[in-house]
C-alpha cells in the first residue's frame, strides 16, 4: 500500500511551452502533497506544499507564476511548469502524506519525473 | 532552523565491507527521523525510520538508532553488496510540522 505514482515519467519539451505532472496516491487519500526539486546529484529541495482544495504554500524563491500547483482531489495534485526554459530542467519528485493513522508522519514519494527543456 | 548534516561522499567500498554513513541533525521538539535510498534514475523509498528517542530502525540489514543525546541517526550495515550502491538521504520530519528536511545525501559505490 501507500503508493505514489506521477505522470509522465519523462518529459522533453521545447523552451516557451508549458508541462503538466502529476502525481496520484493511489491507494490512500493524501491531505497534503509537496512538489520537491532535485538538481544533479544534489538533494531534494521543497518547492510547495499543497493542501486538498486550498490554494499551494510556496517556499521562499521559488515563483508561484511559474510553477503552478493544482490539488484539486485527495487523490491528484499537478505540478505545470509555465513558459518552460532550460534552466527548468530537473527532476521533479512529488511525495503524499496520508489522512489515515496508519501511515503517521511519514510521507510516501513518487518516482519522478525527468523534465527536460530543449 | 530544523537541519540535517550527513557525511559527503562519495563513499566507496568493497562487497562484504561494513558500511556507516553518519547523519546529525538539528531540531525543536521530538522529530521524526528518516534514511531514504535513491537509486540512479528513480525516486525516494524509504528505507527505515525511528520515531523516538533510543529506537532503532532497521531494513534490508541496514540499522540506524535515534540517539538524542547526540542528536544522531548513523546508518550502517554490516555487509553491502554491489546492489547497495545509491545515494542515501537522511531526513527528519519536526513534531507539528509538514515539513521534511533532507541532508545533501550521501552517494555509496560497492564495487565487486
Known amino acids: 500500500g501507500a503508493v505514489v505514482s506521477q505522470h509522465p515519467s519523462r518529459v522533453i519539451c521545447k523552451s516557451g511551452t508549458s508541462v503538466k505532472i502529476e502525481c496520484r496516491s493511489l491507494?490512500?487519500?493524501?491531505?497534503?502533497m509537496f512538489w520537491y526539486r532535485q538538481f544533479p546529484k544534489q538533494s531534494l529541495m521543497l518547492m510547495a506544499t499543497?493542501?486538498?482544495?486550498?490554494?499551494?504554500?510556496?517556499e521562499q524563491g521559488v515563483e508561484k507564476d511559474k510553477f503552478l500547483i493544482n490539488h484539486a482531489s485527495l487523490t491528484l495534485s499537478t505540478l505545470t511548469v509555465t513558459s518552460a526554459h532550460p534552466e527548468d530542467s530537473s527532476f521533479y519528485i512529488c511525495?503524499?502524506?496520508?489522512?489515515?493513522?496508519?501511515?503517521?508522519?511519514?510521507?510516501?514519494f513518487g518516482p519522478g519525473t525527468r523534465l527536460t527543456v530543449l | 532552523g530544523d537541519s540535517v548534516t550527513q557525511m559527503e561522499g562519495p563513499v566507496t567500498l568493497s562487497e562484504e565491507a561494513f558500511l556507516t554513513i553518519n547523519c546529525t541533525y538539528t531540531?525543536?521538539?521530538?522529530?521524526?527521523l528518516f534514511w531514504y535510498v535513491q537509486y540512479p534514475g528513480e525516486g525516494l523509498q524509504l528505507l527505515l525510520k525511528?520515531?523516538?528517542?533510543?529506537d532503532k530502525g532497521s531494513n534490508k540489514g541496514f540499522e540506524a538508532t535515534y540517539r538524542k543525546e547526540t542528536t544522531s541517526f548513523h546508518l550502517e550495515k554490516g555487509s553491502v553488496q554491489v546492489s547497495d550502491s545509491a545515494v542515501y538521504f537522511c531526513?527528519?520530519?519536526?513534531?507539528?510540522?509538514?515539513?521534511?528536511?533532507f541532508g545533501a545525501g550521501t552517494r555509496l559505490f560497492v564495487k565487486a
Open positions: 491507494d490512500f487519500q493524501a491531505t497534503t
Open positions: 531526513a527528519l520530519l519536526n513534531t507539528g510540522g509538514f515539513k521534511t528536511i
Open positions: 525511528a520515531t523516538k528517542a533510543d
Open positions: 499543497s493542501n486538498e482544495g486550498s490554494k499551494a504554500t510556496y
Open positions: 531540531a525543536t521538539g521530538y522529530p521524526s
Open positions: 511525495s503524499a502524506k496520508s489522512l489515515g493513522e496508519r501511515s503517521y508522519n511519514e510521507q510516501f
